[in-house]
Structure formats: C-alpha cells, structure tokens
C-alpha cells in the first residue's frame, strides 16, 4: 500500500507562482511513474502532469506546458509541481496520484493505484 499526501496549494493571484509537494510513503517510491491531475467543480479529472520511475521523462498537458514543470526528489520521496504563471483556470483541487509499475509515464487517470486527498488551488483574477 501507498500513502500520498499533498500540500502546497493555496490562493494566488493570477500570474502567481505555487509548488505543490506530494509526499509518498509505504512502499519503494523510487520506481513508481508519478503523476498531477486537477479536477474542478462540475468537471471531470484531468491530467496535468507526469514523470516516469527515475525522472527522466516528463509528460504535460497542452494547457499547462511551459508554465508547470514535475519534478521527483526519491532520497524525499516526494513528487513537485512548480506552478507558474498562474491563471483563473487553473483553480481546482489537485491531486498526487502513483502508479504501482511501468517504466514510462502515464496520463489516464486508470493507470494509476493510489491517489491523495487532493489539495485546493485557487486562482483569483
């Protein structure tokens, strides 16, 4: 078993910066593919971003890339999202989500195993 927490997120305004952490622990974090998704209300869960087993490759969403970047700490055993340029769409809650296997990255939201409570971004215009 996984354990994921997040933390990090909070109110900017637009054009802000946040780092989201997502802190792993239970099992051998460092060849778990990692990934963010974001889910706001009345929508469905969308990708943002993903990393594979030793950081090496990255994966992001059109509407994030050149703003957001992932990266993984495995001596922390914690996965970032360094957030920038901010904007009111990007408001959600985002959750830290690791898949139990695979040596590349993945963007379905039923490729991974274990997923956090979430935590809130809110992007104020």
């Known amino acids: 078993q996984v354990q994921l927490v997040e933390s990090g997120g909070g109110l900017v305004q637009a054009g802000g910066s946040l780092r989201l952490s997502c802190a792993a622990s239970g099992r051998t974090f460092s060849r778990f593919p990692m990934g963010w998704f974001r889910q706001a209300p009345g929508k469905e869960r969308e990708f943002v971003a993903a990393?594979?087993?030793?950081?090496?490759?990255?994966s992001y969403a059109d509407s994030v890339k050149g703003r957001f970047t992932i990266s993984r700490d495995d001596a922390k055993n914690t996965v970032y999202l360094q957030m920038n340029s901010l904007k009111p769409d990007d408001t959600a809650v985002y959750y830290c989500?690791?898949?139990?296997?695979?040596?590349?990255?993945?963007?379905?939201?039923?490729?991974?195993?274990?997923w956090g409570q979430g935590t809130q971004v809110t992007v104020s215009s």
């Open positions: 989500a690791a898949r139990d296997g695979g040596s590349n990255y993945y963007s379905g939201v039923d490729e991974y195993h274990y």
């Open positions: 990393i594979n087993w030793n950081g090496a490759r990255t």
